[in-house]
């Protein structure tokens, strides 16, 4: 049996946070760790988090902008597995013009690549209500590490 751990390199990184479907961000709240898990795309090196515009989450990034954010993947008896961790700096984007362009990744990435306007327009969605009810929580990372580990028989 063999192994080969080693670092990810910067393609590895960009490839695993571009498809990987689920991340986890990485809070402080009341000088205590929280982390939830989040739908979110990977684009032009930031990570891009569709939210609510109340919570806990919300509540913890207007009071510490520092984030961890991390994504993994395993097989079940962990003979595989790739891991990306990043540290940074969130901001809130709560303006239409700025927070479209992310919401439009998000309905290519987990719902139909049609364009933004047209999928608003489907029966019982409602274009203003939803841009007032979300926000863009995106991350610039200031540093990225992915690890990858495999055992070859």
Same mark, same amino acid.
């Given at each position: 049996?063999?192994?080969?751990?080693?670092?990810?390199?910067? *393609?590895?990184?960009?490839?695993?946070?571009?498809? *990987? %479907?689920?991340?986890?961000?990485?809070?402080? @709240?009341?000088?205590?760790?929280?982390?939830?898990? !989040?739908?979110? !795309?990977?684009?032009?090196?930031?990570? *891009?988090?569709?939210?609510?515009?109340?919570? $806990?989450?919300?509540? *913890?990034?207007?009071?510490?902008?520092?984030?961890?954010?991390?994504?993994?993947?395993? @097989? #079940?008896?962990?003979?595989?597995?790739?891991?990306?961790?990043?540290?940074?700096? #969130?901001?809130?984007?709560? $303006?239409?013009?700025?927070?479209?362009?992310?919401?439009?990744?998000?309905?290519?990435?987990?719902? !139909?690549?049609?364009?933004?306007?047209?999928?608003?327009?489907?029966?019982?969605?409602?274009?203003?209500?939803?841009?007032?009810?979300?926000?863009?929580?995106?991350?610039? %990372?200031?540093?990225?590490?992915?690890?990858?580990?495999?055992?070859?028989?």
């Amino acid at each position: 049996m063999s192994k080969n751990k080693g670092k990810m390199s910067q *393609a590895e990184i960009n490839q695993f946070l571009t498809c *990987a %479907p689920t991340g986890r961000l990485g809070l402080i @709240i009341d000088n205590e760790p929280y982390i939830v898990p !989040v739908g979110y !795309v990977y684009h032009e090196g930031k990570i *891009a988090i569709h939210s609510c515009t109340k919570g $806990k989450k919300m509540d *913890a990034l207007k009071s510490n902008p520092r984030v961890c954010f991390e994504v993994d993947e395993t @097989i #079940s008896d962990v003979s595989m597995y790739k891991s990306v961790i990043l540290q940074g700096t #969130s901001e809130i984007l709560d $303006k239409p013009e700025t927070m479209i362009p992310y919401l439009q990744l998000h309905i290519d990435k987990y719902r !139909v690549h049609e364009k933004f306007e047209l999928y608003m327009k489907k029966p019982g969605r409602k274009r203003d209500e939803e841009l007032q009810a979300v926000r863009i929580i995106l991350i610039t %990372p200031d540093n990225i590490s992915g690890l990858k580990f495999m055992r070859t028989i």
